[in-house]
């Protein structure tokens, strides 16, 4: 079946860094992948759609600014969480799309803590 | 604009029990897809699910049964003969395909614990 690779799959680092989260689709080509965000205890929520070769489309209250998307191959997409503070910490996870009518298939998450 | 409901937060069981866990949702769309997804304390989602809107057909899969009608917007979710492995969170979702949005919108999930 079609396999998602999300890496780092944990990360801690001080307030003030960057940090970058890889999601690789490994066996099939995604030209759409999306970023979800789930705080502790919480649901998980859409953050952007990332469509190879274009700009990510971000959902409201989501600063484009701060987490920096880019899908720049078929089986790459990265976001990256720029100057990052106690409140960026969350559990993000990253879905591609196989083609239309498939179903999504989820990396398995990268927990991220900021000191 | 779409919305799913899982009114449910927490529910506590005995091993061999049965279980539903309940799903309502909104959405405009007349194509659409609902799912179920099993979160464990790992945090990793399980694909549980997909069932097409046109398919109001009931699915079982083992101890697993899903129950969808569109006349009462409710996909439910019944585990029978519940066991300790079933405890994680279960989160309901949809995605319209009309619209081009295929992105997920999840409920708020329901955490099962399953006691031995």
């Known amino acids: 079946g079609a396999v998602v690779s999300q890496h780092p799959s944990w990360v801690i680092c001080k307030s003030g860094t960057s940090v970058k989260i890889e999601c690789r689709s490994l066996?099939?080509?995604?030209?759409?992948m999306f970023w979800y965000r789930q705080f502790p205890k919480q649901s998980l929520m859409l953050m952007a759609t990332?469509?190879?070769?274009?700009?990510?489309?971000?959902e409201q209250g989501v600063e484009k600014d701060k987490f920096l998307i880019n899908h720049a191959s078929l089986t790459l997409s990265t976001l990256t969480v720029t100057s990052a503070h106690p409140e960026d910490s969350s559990f993000y996870i990253c879905?591609?799309?196989?083609?239309?009518?498939?179903?999504?298939?989820f990396g398995d998450g990268t927990r991220l803590s900021i000191l | 604009a779409q919305k799913v409901t899982q009114a449910q937060t927490e529910i506590s069981v005995v091993e061999k029990e049965d279980v539903t866990l309940d799903c309502v949702y909104e959405t405009r769309d007349t194509t659409y897809y609902l799912f179920w997804y099993k979160q464990p304390p790992s945090g990793e989602l399980v694909f549980l699910i997909r069932r097409n809107s046109f398919d109001e057909q009931n699915e079982i899969s083992g101890r697993y049964s899903w129950n969808f009608q569109k006349s009462t917007s409710s996909f439910n979710f019944t585990i029978t003969a519940s066991q300790v492995v079933d405890s994680a969170v279960y989160f309901c979702a949809l995605s319209e395909e009309s619209t081009g949005r295929r992105a997920l919108t999840f409920g708020s999930g329901t955490r099962l614990q399953v006691q031995p």
């Open positions: 879905s591609a799309l196989t083609g239309s009518n498939q179903p999504q298939h």
């Open positions: 066996d099939f080509q995604a030209t759409t």
């Open positions: 990332s469509n190879e070769g274009s700009k990510a489309t971000y």
